[in-house]
């Protein structure tokens, strides 16, 4: 009985039982991460958070995705407590080495691409959460005044326990799509200390209101995927009525396709958010108001309007899978860098090709990555130019800033495509169908910022403004 209401219930919103399985328990997160609140002892809520996340789970994936999640665990924890000086670079490459080893074995790209489900999304987050965890227990060896500020604040001194580790890892289903948070975080959270410190006159902080607007938010967004997504199906790029069609409908046609497909992230990230919410784990601080109101900002995965009104495309990694763009900021950009030099072009690079390879060994993935590190190199180009025009030229301004925005709309929802479609074949076939626009107009951009630089005009201070 219980399997004929499962099937019925996907055959009505058009998905898989798999992927149905997956949801209700994805849901789930939200009370359960609101019982933790009510769970006992700090060993208790340890315990708590490794066990609901173990069980949720195995009733999603199945036994054998916690086995799966051991790997990378095991992988960490031991390299911290064996080698603890290079803990954080073995963790960093067996980790990933076991994540794309899963990636090619089980195609998860095709099997989310034809609407089924795996394990492999939650190891993902998890892979960044052991990585994390590892570096900063590696930091901790080290004298502040070699380290930036975000290793300074995340880095630690002692090895948490085992039991940490796994509450840590799992904590209520928050591995199934994130957010990524700092195991610093997570030990202050569960022990009430820091900004979750409610033993002097600072109140708690209610999540009531907060949460609710996420799942409202989450339920606009399904809506509108649903709707959407029978519109505008991926297969229509190798059909031959596409092909048929001019460059502006072909082109609106990828721009739809790009949009409708965000609307499911948005939704899966607006549920996460809630979770992270109720459970308090993700408030960061007040407001600086006279009335102060509490921020949730360490649940935030996206900002919607930000992606879909973005004015240069510096600004998507900002407000798009916003902790996993913030992991990769430290984890990975940051720790290019020498000290005293600036970042450049290879820094950028180097981290598009580390996150494409975290998503998978798609020919789609890998070219959006680096398409989306030309895209971000080209808007800096034109940000530079429209900061060279003088203050006087106001209006040549503005329109510069409106051509970054439309830059962005254009190359973004261009290169999503082989994000979406992974294929080599479907990848290239929807870019070359639009003459490759995306890419061209990047490359032109960073080739022209060499032959007509930018030199930023700094007007004199007026007196008066």
Known sequence: MELIDLNSMAASIGVSVAVLRFLLCFVATIPISFAWRIVPSRLGKHFYSAASGAFLSYLSFGFSSNLHFLVPMTIGYASMAIYRTKCGIITFFLGFAY??????????????????????????????????????????????????????????????????????????????????????????????????????????????????????????????????????????????????????????????????????????????????????????????????????????????????????????????????????????????????????????LATQTVSAVWHGLYPGYIMFFVQSALMIAGSRVIYRWQQAITPKMAMLRKFMVFINFLYTVLVLNYSAVGFMVLSLHETLTAYGSVYYIGTIIPVVLILLSYVVPAKTSRPKPHKEE
């Not at 002692?158 to 904590?171: A, K, N, R, T």
């Not at 339920?219 to 649903?226: E, N, P, R």
């Open 99 to 348: 994540l794309i080893g899963c990636h090619v074995f089980y195609m998860s790209g095709d099997a989310w691409k034809e609407g089924g489900i795996d394990s492999t999304g939650a190891l993902m987050v998890l892979t960044l959460k052991v990585i994390s965890c590892a570096m900063n227990y590696n930091d901790g060896m080290l004298k502040e005044e070699g380290l930036r500020e975000a290793q300074k604040k995340n880095r630690l001194i002692q090895m948490p326990s085992l039991i940490e580790y796994f509450g840590y890892c799992l904590c209520c289903g928050s591995h199934f799509a994130g957010p990524v948070y700092e195991m610093k975080d997570y030990l202050e959270w569960t022990e009430e200390k820091g900004i979750w410190d409610t033993s002097e006159k600072t109140k708690r902080p209610s999540p009531c209101g907060a949460t609710v607007r996420a799942i409202l938010q989450a339920g606009i967004c399904m809506a509108l995927y649903l709707y959407l997504v029978p519109q505008y199906p991926l297969t229509r790029f190798t059909e031959p009525v596409y092909q048929e069609w001019g460059f502006f409908r072909k082109f609106s046609y990828q721009y739809m396709a790009a949009f409708t497909a965000r609307w499911k992230y948005y939704f899966i990230w607006s549920i996460s958010e809630a979770s992270i919410i109720i459970s308090g784990l993700g408030f960061s601080g007040w407001t600086d108001d006279t009335s102060p109101k509490p921020k949730w900002d360490r649940a935030k995965n996206v900002d919607i309007l930000g992606v879909e009104l973005a004015k240069s495309a510096v600004q998507i990694p900002l407000v798009w899978n916003i902790q996993v763009s913030t992991w990769l900021r430290h984890y990975v950009y940051d720790r290019l860098v020498k000290n005293g030099k600036k970042a450049g072009f290879f820094q950028l």
